[in-house]
């Protein structure tokens, strides 16, 4: 049975998050596509039977069905008890028309340290390298392919808009397989016609290399899984994206698939454990997948972290920028587009940070993102500069890969255990930590580090994905945010953590800079360890905050849930944005 959930626990950020994010009131066309879940499959195709609307496409993975409905369906099904039913939202990769109003004008230039600079043997710059970023360096990744750590053996997914074999990017017999679920498609991936998933895959795991044989990805020599759910415009919907989820998580087996990276999100509408995709993603979290987000571009302001990166289980990256100095370490920054935390539901995110600004990697001259930001490719390299935490997700899960050839028995929380104890926060020159923990989470990310650690039980603490998914328990985490409207963390027993300090790395207020640069250093020491990564049941006994007065006059429900207790369904119009464009940084 179904327990009852307490809204009351989450006013108060709720009704902070209004000022950051306009919430959309549930309104909508009511003849439309539509997700319908019910107890099993089976049961939600006689219930579409029963109201005379058509099955279109089974998503086992969260016992749903696909389908359209008119007004006359859409009102029976509302009130069949057991029945949810989701609009099947709107998704278009992260790129907007954010890139037409502040494209990149010129080459990227950078300031390279002649101690440092790679040439082509003649002391002369190689054009490629003069526009190469540094992201394996920054994290680590050279040392450890070095080491013969190349992700080899290791399968990675990525749900995007397909791939573009560059061949220098040596693909070969690495792609073990592809899939085009696009509108109900099962046919193999057939290129990228918008360019986005051949950025991230090259990112994560292409095998080019530069002058000097180093490589420029993260794991060159892992296998690869294409799933392909959106189109060559970068639109998508719900129901494309779990059902390559659904896919992913059915051939897990066959092509031993360890990591998944989802370069894309959406607004929250709903509680994490309500929202469709997030289901989705927590099975695949479940089946032993690790899971890998963006936290989106729709940074600075608090609480704007994406779906499914707004799921507690998963591993949500923001993005960090090295000011076009790639050899020069000391003015890195975190990107002032990349999403900040809290989530809705108090959990921090997101859990790290890697690198996003400006990066460089594989892309057809032929598309789309070629075409409309043209100033942004380097035709005789076939690579594109692009922003966001899009690529930083790509990074994480390259670094993945990494761990898990270095010890394939890690679990899912295991990796993601060691990759925020590994992790370095940017600290200023007096050795406060120059963002907060809802922005930076634990840090950079370094993946020497992460492959060395040995720590265990330090994420996902006090959390259960079978009983999540199975509706008998919910969490939270210990966000909160005071009366003047600064997000801090807290224990439950109702004390605080640095509530009294504004730069204590554990209270947010945007009071933070960001247009200054800062070490990412090893030695500092969370003073609380990963408590922050705790999470706590709801439930009818529990009050969360003792020591501030919840906001009155804001109910939740009436404008974000997609459905209630009682079955009825809200609907939500706005299409969602997965990683708009920004300019780059």
């Given at each position: 049975?179904?327990?009852?959930?307490?809204?009351?626990?989450?006013?108060?950020?709720?009704?902070?998050a209004v000022t950051h994010a306009a919430v959309p009131s549930p309104a909508g066309p009511a003849d439309g596509r539509y997700i319908v879940q019910a107890a099993t499959v089976t049961v939600a195709y006689r219930d579409l039977a029963r109201v005379g609307a058509k099955s279109e496409r089974s998503l086992a993975i969260?016992?749903?069905?696909?389908?359209?409905?008119?007004?006359?369906?859409?009102?029976?099904?509302?009130?069949?008890?057991?029945?949810?039913?989701?609009?099947?939202?709107?998704?278009?990769?992260?790129?907007?028309?954010?890139?037409?109003?502040?494209?990149?004008?010129?080459?990227?230039?950078?300031?390279?340290?002649?101690?440092?600079?790679?040439?082509?043997?003649?002391?002369?710059?190689?054009?490629?390298?003069?526009?190469?970023?540094?992201?394996?360096?920054?994290?680590?990744?050279?040392?450890?392919?070095?080491?013969?750590?190349?992700?080899?053996?290791?399968?990675?997914?990525?749900?995007?808009?397909?791939?573009?074999?560059?061949?220098?990017?040596?693909?070969?017999?690495?792609?073990?397989?592809?899939?085009?679920?696009?509108?109900?498609?099962?046919?193999?991936?057939?290129?990228?016609?918008?360019?986005?998933?051949?950025?991230?895959?090259?990112?994560?795991?292409?095998?080019?290399?530069?002058?000097?044989?180093?490589?420029?990805?993260?794991?060159?020599?892992?296998?690869?899984?294409?799933?392909?759910?959106?189109?060559?415009?970068?639109?998508?919907?719900?129901?494309?994206?779990?059902?390559?989820?659904?896919?992913?998580?059915?051939?897990?087996?066959?092509?031993?698939?360890?990591?998944?990276?989802?370069?894309?999100?959406?607004?929250?509408?709903?509680?994490?454990?309500?929202?469709?995709?997030?289901?989705?993603?927590?099975?695949?979290?479940?089946?032993?997948?690790?899971?890998?987000?963006?936290?989106?571009?729709?940074?600075?302001?608090?609480?704007?972290?994406?779906?499914?990166?707004?799921?507690?289980?998963?591993?949500?990256?923001?993005?960090?920028?090295?000011?076009?100095?790639?050899?020069?370490?000391?003015?890195?920054?975190?990107?002032?587009?990349?999403?900040?935390?809290?989530?809705?539901?108090?959990?921090?995110?997101?859990?790290?940070?890697?690198?996003?600004?400006?990066?460089?990697?594989?892309?057809?001259?032929?598309?789309?993102?070629?075409?409309?930001?043209?100033?942004?490719?380097?035709?005789?390299?076939?690579?594109?500069?692009?922003?966001?935490?899009?690529?930083?997700?790509?990074?994480?899960?390259?670094?993945?890969?990494?761990?898990?050839?270095?010890?394939?028995?890690?679990?899912?929380?295991?990796?993601?255990?060691?990759?925020?104890?590994?992790?370095?926060?940017?600290?200023?020159?007096?050795?406060?930590?120059?963002?907060?923990?809802?922005?930076?989470?634990?840090?950079?990310?370094?993946?020497?580090?992460?492959?060395?650690?040995?720590?265990?039980?330090?994420?996902?603490?006090?959390?259960?994905?079978?009983?999540?998914?199975?509706?008998?328990?919910?969490?939270?985490?210990?966000?909160?945010?005071?009366?003047?409207?600064?997000?801090?963390?807290?224990?439950?027993?109702?004390?605080?953590?640095?509530?009294?300090?504004?730069?204590?790395?554990?209270?947010?207020?945007?009071?933070?800079?960001?247009?200054?640069?800062?070490?990412?250093?090893?030695?500092?020491?969370?003073?609380?360890?990963?408590?922050?990564?705790?999470?706590?049941?709801?439930?009818?006994?529990?009050?969360?905050?003792?020591?501030?007065?919840?906001?009155?006059?804001?109910?939740?429900?009436?404008?974000?849930?997609?459905?209630?207790?009682?079955?009825?369904?809200?609907?939500?119009?706005?299409?969602?944005?997965?990683?708009?464009?920004?300019?780059?940084?």
């Amino acid at each position: 049975m179904r327990t009852r959930h307490i809204v009351s626990t989450l006013i108060a950020l709720a009704a902070a998050a209004v000022t950051h994010a306009a919430v959309p009131s549930p309104a909508g066309p009511a003849d439309g596509r539509y997700i319908v879940q019910a107890a099993t499959v089976t049961v939600a195709y006689r219930d579409l039977a029963r109201v005379g609307a058509k099955s279109e496409r089974s998503l086992a993975i969260i016992n749903a069905v696909s389908t359209h409905l008119n007004p006359r369906q859409l009102a029976r099904l509302r009130k069949t008890v057991g029945v949810r039913v989701f609009e099947d939202r709107s998704l278009v990769t992260e790129q907007s028309l954010l890139s037409l109003l502040s494209p990149v004008t010129s080459p990227v230039v950078m300031t390279v340290s002649s101690l440092t600079t790679p040439t082509d043997g003649k002391g002369e710059l190689a054009p490629s390298l003069l526009y190469q970023t540094n992201y394996p360096m920054l994290v680590g990744a050279d040392t450890l392919q070095q080491s013969g750590i190349t992700g080899r053996g290791v399968t990675v997914a990525v749900l995007d808009s397909g791939l573009w074999q560059d061949p220098a990017q040596n693909y070969g017999s690495r792609l073990l397989a592809s899939i085009d679920v696009l509108n109900g498609g099962s046919g193999p991936v057939k290129g990228d016609a918008y360019g986005h998933g051949t950025h991230v895959t090259s990112i994560a795991a292409g095998g080019a290399m530069n002058l000097s044989g180093s490589y420029l990805s993260i794991a060159p020599q892992a296998n690869l899984v294409i799933v392909r759910a959106f189109d060559g415009t970068g639109a998508g919907r719900y129901a494309d994206v779990i059902a390559g989820l659904n896919w992913i998580v059915a051939n897990q087996k066959k092509y031993k698939i360890r990591v998944v990276n989802l370069s894309f999100g959406a607004t929250p509408e709903s509680y994490y454990w309500d929202d469709p995709l997030a289901q989705a993603v927590m099975k695949a979290w479940q089946a032993g997948i690790v899971v890998v987000t963006a936290a989106g571009n729709e940074g600075p302001g608090a609480m704007t972290i994406d779906v499914p990166g707004n799921v507690p289980y998963v591993i949500t990256t923001g993005a960090l920028t090295d000011n076009y100095t790639p050899y020069n370490l000391t003015d890195d920054r975190l990107a002032s587009f990349s999403s900040t935390g809290p989530t809705y539901e108090g959990f921090v995110k997101p859990e790290m940070v890697a690198p996003g600004g400006h990066i460089v990697a594989s892309m057809s001259s032929s598309s789309y993102l070629a075409n409309i930001d043209p100033d942004s490719m380097l035709l005789t390299e076939n690579l594109f500069t692009m922003s966001g935490t899009s690529m930083a997700a790509a990074v994480t899960t390259g670094v993945v890969a990494l761990m898990l050839q270095s010890d394939p028995a890690l679990t899912p929380d295991e990796v993601k255990c060691r990759l925020l104890a590994s992790s370095h926060p940017a600290v200023t020159s007096g050795g406060k930590l120059a963002y907060s923990v809802f922005q930076q989470g634990a840090g950079l990310i370094n993946a020497v580090s992460a492959v060395n650690s040995s720590a265990t039980g330090c994420a996902n603490i006090g959390l259960n994905v079978s009983a999540d998914l199975a509706g008998t328990e919910h969490f939270g985490g210990p966000a909160n945010v005071n009366s003047s409207g600064s997000y801090y963390i807290m224990n439950m027993a109702g004390s605080t953590w640095g509530a009294a300090q504004s730069a204590d790395g554990y209270t947010w207020s945007q009071g933070y800079a960001w247009d200054q640069g800062y070490s990412w250093s090893e030695g500092y020491l969370w003073s609380q360890g990963y408590s922050w990564s705790q999470a706590y049941t709801w439930n009818n006994s529990y009050t969360w905050a003792k020591s501030y007065t919840w906001a009155k006059g804001y109910t939740w429900a009436k404008s974000v849930p997609w459905w209630t207790s009682s079955g009825s369904s809200a609907v939500a119009t706005t299409p969602a944005s997965i990683e708009n464009w920004v300019p780059n940084q």
